[in-house]
């Protein structure tokens, strides 16, 4: 079965806003094909699905930062959200919550996409804790390595080193009487 929507467009509308993994109202719109007033408006019809965990508005400082990366990075491209005066925020659950609300064919097909990408998005989060800690075991054997190796150079520069000049013989007799022998 052909995807409805490649996964890298929806990975691309996943934001990191508070700590959470997060899509915008006017994305998730534009995926369902529906307006983003109308999506508000089956959310406000059905606010008890909608936790704060599952759903908040973004602030207004909020609101530019993510016009700043979304414009930067091309993810919004007809319209800026800089100007909004409200922008609504779906976690994974939120998301989930609007399949109940949204029932259109394609409502259905958009969230199973959606999920998918959450669920890849978290495949590789654990995939590279996986590598980090790989890495870390890496770093600390080098380290050890590396101490061993600096010890094997410092051994060879001193062995490098030409040997200390020996003193000159002193020609000529001792006077201060530490050699005399005595009775």
């Known amino acids: 079965m052909k995807e409805l929507i490649p996964m890298e467009r929806v990975e691309n509308k996943i934001y990191v806003i508070r700590g959470k993994k ?3 109202d006017r994305d998730l719109a534009q995926l369902y094909q529906v307006p983003t007033l109308r999506l508000n408006e089956q959310v406000k019809r059905n606010i008890d699905r909608f936790h704060k965990d599952f759903m908040f508005s973004l602030t207004r400082q909020e609101i530019l930062n ?3 990366i979304a414009i930067c990075s091309g993810k919004i491209t007809l319209q800026t959200i800089k100007h909004s005066k409200n922008v609504n925020v779906f976690t994974e659950q939120g998301i989930a919550m609007l399949s109940g609300i ?3 064919p394609r409502a259905i097909q958009v969230n199973i996409a959606i999920m998918r990408a959450f669920i890849r998005l978290r495949q590789i989060v654990a995939s590279n804790k996986d590598l ?9 054997g080098y380290s050890k390595h590396e101490i061993e190796i ?3 150079f410092k051994v060879l520069k001193k ?3 030409p040997p200390p000049p020996k003193p000159a013989k002193r020609i000529g007799f001792i006077v201060d009487g530490s050699n005399r022998k005595h009775p």
Do not use: D, G, R, Y
């Open 22 to 24: 997060v899509m915008l």
């Open 66 to 68: 993510i016009s700043q």
């Open 102 to 104: 949204l029932h259109s």
């Open 132 to 140: 980090a800690n790989k890495v870390k075991e890496l770093e600390k």
């Open 150 to 152: 600096s010890t094997v």
């Open 159 to 161: 062995l490098m080193e």
